[in-house]
């Protein structure tokens, strides 16, 4: 693993890792004494192309903890390969970082859900038609097969709903759906998610988890920000720009969510 370039620009290794996902990278700005390394900057890194992702390593102190950000990811829907949209977690955990919280936008698939609330995963459906695992494996990486039930730590869950309720943030909790986009999905596809026990959909996040695993990560909080209500029974259309701006609204208590975890991990 290649992790010259980063550890030769910070003094302490991290012990957490965040991965921010559409239009909550200002996450990553809060950091203390950060250094920021551009993707582009970094070995086998490809460049992010989706609006509200920065494209930056971002490396700093928060809640006492050393952590590496990455502000902004990598998605199958760029065209990137599996192990390209995955290396990130492999390099951050290859630098120290044994702890993971993983963000994303998603749609709300259960109709008792708001725009604007943080759902905490507890669980996920691979529904992208590939795993970042395909291939020859590296026994050095991880085992040929990882067990991935139970990844999302139930202790982090739990802390994190006693988090919501001292902030005052519309935390829910549920399962995650994967799948490929760019497309948003039709309506009959998203009631099907419903009966597959899916409470949210997206086009990331499970890619990384899987990999979390394979190398040995040790505790993963998922958390999903509920940009769009999905539940297929309307025609009303999603749009990224609404993606953004729904997290741009929520940005206040989703910063102050992961900064009170990343101090009690």
Do not use: W
């Amino acid at each position: 693993m290649k992790t010259k370039i980063i550890l030769s620009k910070i003094t302490e290794k991290p012990t957490v890792a965040v991965v921010l996902g559409s239009g909550l990278g200002d996450f990553a700005d809060t950091l203390e004494n950060a250094v920021a390394i551009k993707y582009t900057d970094i070995p086998h890194f490809p460049a992010s192309t989706v609006k509200g992702h920065a494209g930056r390593l971002v490396i700093g102190k928060k809640a006492g903890k050393v952590v590496v950000a990455m502000q902004g990811r990598f998605h199958f829907y760029e065209g990137h390969h599996m192990q390209t949209v995955t290396f990130a977690m492999r390099v951050m955990h290859a630098i120290g970082a044994d702890d993971v919280i993983v963000t994303n936008a998603a749609g709300g698939l259960n109709p008792k859900f708001k725009v604007g609330s943080l759902m905490l995963m507890t669980d996920h459906i691979n529904f992208m038609g590939t795993n970042p695992l395909i291939g020859p494996n590296d026994e050095e990486l991880g085992p040929r097969f990882p067990a991935i039930q139970g990844i999302y730590n139930k202790g982090l869950i739990e802390e994190a709903e006693k988090v919501g309720k001292e902030i005052g943030a519309p935390v829910e909790k549920g399962v995650y759906i994967a799948v490929t986009g760019p497309s948003y999905e039709t309506g009959a596809e998203l009631r099907a998610f419903r009966v597959l026990g899916a409470d949210a959909v997206g086009m990331s996040t499970v890619p990384e988890v899987i990999v979390a695993a394979h190398c040995g990560v040790k505790r993963v909080l998922g958390i999903s920000l509920i940009t769009n209500i999905a539940t297929g029974e309307s025609e009303t259309k999603a749009t990224h720009a609404e993606v953004v701006e729904a997290a741009d609204k929520a940005k206040v208590y989703f910063i102050k969510l992961v900064e009170t975890m990343i101090g009690r991990m």
